[in-house]
Nanobody
Framework: QVQLVESGGGLVQAGASLRLSCLAS????????VGWFRQGPGKGREFVAA????????KYGDSVKGRFTISRDNAKNAVYLQMNSLKVEDTAVYYC?????????????????WGQGIQVTVSS
């Protein structure tokens, strides 16, 4: 079964950028839809972005569209989330998730494989 590990989080000031990485082991990402979710303090899990296995289809949550970019490098079994113009509201634990299916989903219930999450903190 696929195992997912996130990296690249940290503490930054508003307006800065970070790039999160999601690396897979056990299986490749081939054929998998991969998404990013986040959960801020006292909040539910929020959809951030998703990408098809071939990079053709992407989907973003309204709160991050225009600022975040999801991409993947299947040769490296990696998916990335480039986060620009970070806001305090982006502070959350970010999770990488994957599932083998043909369409992108924005519901966490649609993803069967999850990383443990990584903290992103944005200060003013």
């Amino acid at each position: 079964q696929v195992q997912l590990v996130e990296s690249g989080g940290g503490l930054v000031q508003a307006g800065a950028s970070l790039r999160l990485s999601c690396l897979a082991s056990g299986r490749t990402f081939r054929g998998y839809v991969v998404g990013w979710f986040r959960q801020g303090p006292g909040k539910g899990r929020e959809f951030v972005a998703a990408i098809s296995w071939n990079n053709v289809s992407v989907k973003y949550g309204d709160s991050v569209k225009g600022r975040f970019t999801i991409s993947r490098d299947n040769a490296k079994n990696a998916v990335y989330l480039q986060m620009n113009s970070l806001k305090v509201e982006d502070t959350a634990v970010y999770y990488c998730a994957a599932d083998l299916r043909g369409t992108l989903g924005s519901s966490s219930a649609a993803y069967g494989y999850w990383g443990q999450g990584i903290q992103v903190t944005v200060s003013s």
